[in-house]
T-cell receptor, first 113, second 112 residues
Framework: DAGVIQSPRHEVTEMGQEVTLRCKPISGHNSLFWYRQTMMRGLELLIYFNNNVPIDDSGMPEDRFSAKMPNASFSTLKIQPSEPRDSAVYFC???????????FGPGTRLLVL | DAKTTQPNSMESNEEEPVHLPCNHSTISGTDYIHWYRQLPSQGPEYVIHGLTSNVNNRMASLAIAEDRKSSTLILHRATLRDAAVYYCILRDGGYNNNDMRFGAGTRLTVKP
């Protein structure tokens, strides 16, 4: 298996633009997680899905952030409009549920100018 | 959520054993102790986990105190590739509770 796939790997955009991050989980996994990592705040859980349904989005910073999982093999995290403080590395992870191991993707490094 | 406490940083010499401590005094009976690590410029990766008994795998060993209020991740022979941030995380084994919250972790430096 190719592991968790994220795209793009790097994104540079200007403040106010829409940003869409993409994630393909490991086949057969039914849980998907979005994390954000910054120097100041470390690794934060933003939202997670079980069987394509959002379970906990309490970590989503504000209404500018939205996440969808239209099917078991694809998820998006959208920021609209983006702001410089959104600059971070965004990780997607998947697991087979419960306390099973989470497998992380390589991350998307986002820079908002 | 039960919280963990780890030293901010530790140093080790290459090919020597490393003991990374974690305190979790408020651990509940259903909490599993998980360890992940994050190598530079990569996503976190699973290392090991346990509930009550000590555990061994090809990467490391996990020693859990009898009262479960602390645990130690043991790398038997540190290599330069083991330089990473190590996270100790408690995960509730209860139904429908599969999120994972990271703390600051311990940054391990391995000296040649």
């Amino acid at each position: 298996d190719a592991g968790v796939i994220q795209s793009p790997r790097h994104e540079v955009t200007e403040m106010g633009q829409e940003v869409t991050l993409r994630c393909k989980p490991i086949s057969g996994h039914n849980s998907l997680f979005w994390y954000r990592q910054t120097m100041m705040r470390g690794l934060e859980l933003l939202i997670y899905f079980n069987n394509n349904v959002p379970i906990d989005d309490s970590g989503m910073p504000e209404d500018r952030f939205s996440a969808k999982m239209p099917n078991a093999s694809f998820s998006t995290l959208k920021i609209q409009p983006s702001e410089p403080r959104d600059s971070a590395v965004y990780f997607c992870a998947s697991s087979s549920g419960g306390v099973e191991t989470q497998y992380f993707g390589p991350g998307t490094r986002l820079l908002v100018l | 959520d039960a919280k963990t406490t780890q030293p901010n940083s530790m140093e080790s010499n290459e090919e020597e054993p490393v003991h990374l401590p974690c305190n979790h005094s408020t651990i509940s009976g259903t909490d599993y102790i998980h360890w992940y690590r994050q190598l530079p410029s990569q996503g976190p990766e699973y290392v090991i986990h346990g509930l009550t008994s000590n555990v061994n795998n090809r990467m490391a060993s996990l020693a859990i105190a009898e009262d479960r209020k602390s645990s130690t991740l043991i790398l038997h022979r540190a290599t330069l590739r083991d330089a990473a941030v190590y996270y100790c995380i408690l995960r509730d084994g209860g139904y429908n509770n599969n999120d994972m919250r990271f703390g600051a972790g311990t940054r391990l430096t391995v000296k040649p």
